[in-house]
């Protein structure tokens, strides 16, 4: 088995453990607010948290990208301590930038855009942290390019700790989205204290940048910040487009099926982050072979795993999501649960093709897809939403979701010669396929399909793992236990 292998059930393992920790405090985060604050005011912190979430992907200007792509590894010399300095001054100056901006226009964004008043106060808290929030991406991604994983682990476990914690503690006096904005804030603002300390005692060491330097990290950045921002945005344009076309309430509500689905990220964002490092290694030193393998490694057992998700979700939907409440358990969340695991369960199934564009030079690729994905989740939810409501909106971010994968996949076989669409994922996805469809028609019937199908997907996984993974992975799980 190749050392990139290696290397990524080693880091990802880790990351999976962080990401595990940080997703299921922020799970917890989510139950308590969604069942103290009920869908009106849970769906007004979910607006703003949306809201902010798009000024701090823009505010990050593509940096986090940038920082992979230029000090992953043993970075040494002059030249990278200027790129390291450039990327602070820019992440400072830009940052401020956007937090004045949100905090200026918090009452024109509420009132004029949301029609929601009480929106404003959670907007102006969710500013005043925007450049802490924004800190903490940064200073993860440096760490991140060091393969500092146990370090990312405590910061990340450190801010899920300090938001349930400070949460539980405000709603005592206060239950309101101002009072979940104000501890989450609080909570990114411990975590990135944390995180600042660690990265000060690595090797890197940032230095006044010359106007090349700034140069050098802007022409890389540019098409990364139209990248990320449109990709957060894209995420984010189903709630957004509810709260503009709907209720706050309906926000609320569409955010916690979202949310659970949203679970499904967890292994693929765990082995994205060791990934991408990884990436830009090989292709400097032109080692595609190697390349090609990680990919496929990681495209096969994220979507493994996804498909066993996707079936217990569409299994038992209606069971998980009475854990927030009994507001949020109808039969059209359940659908909006089904509908965004398929897509997810897709999107990873393909692989890290957004990581692979990026880490390659291909984020000018990436930026015509992300623009693409953008406009098509926009239109399609705004037609969608009007017609079918909550459930338009699942649908329409399916849609423009599969349209963008489907995109990406014919450009990595294009440019790269990776097959990403072979024999086994077709197999899976035909199986994950019917067993949801299955479930959906007979659903008196869904948790026995589901655990049926699920069993069906354990069999390919054993049929097609091959003895170098068996090796690796029991390796890293006896390490473990």
Known sequence: MSDKIERIVKGGALFLVSNTVTKG?????????????????????TLGLSVSGVAANLGAFGLPATIQ???????????????????????????????????IFSSYISIKIFSEPRLTLVLRVFAVGLIVNIGFNIFKSILQSQEKVKQILIGTSVQGVSKVTFLLVAFIWLQDAFAAALVSQLAWLVALIYLVNKVSNTSLRPSLPTISDIKTVSQYTVPLVFVGFSYFLAQQTDRIMLGWLSTSSDVGIYTVSSALAFVMIILHSSLVSIFMPLASDAYRNNDMDELNKAYR?????????????SLLFTGAGMILLNIFGTEYATEATYQILVILSFLYFVGTLVGPTGALLQMTDGHKIEMYNTAIYLVLNIVFNYIFILNYGLIGAAWGTLISGLVWNILQVLEIRYYYKLKVVNKGNLKLLIVVTAGMVLCLVYDAYSLYLSALFIGFVILLVFKNVSEEEKQIIMKRIRKYV
Do not use: H, M
Request: aromatic residues 18%; positive net charge; proline residues 1%.
């Open 25 to 45: 405090l922020g799970f917890i985060f989510i139950v308590l607010s969604s069942r103290y604050l009920g869908p009106v005011e849970f769906g007004i912190f």
């Open 297 to 309: 490694f990681i495209s096969k057992w994220v979507g493994n795993v996804n498909g066993i998700l």
């Open 69 to 103: 792509r230029f000090l992953s590894g043993k970075v040494k010399g002059k030249r990278s301590q200027n790129i390291y300095g450039g990327i602070l001054i820019l992440y400072v100056f830009l940052s401020t930038i956007l937090a004045l901006s949100l905090f």
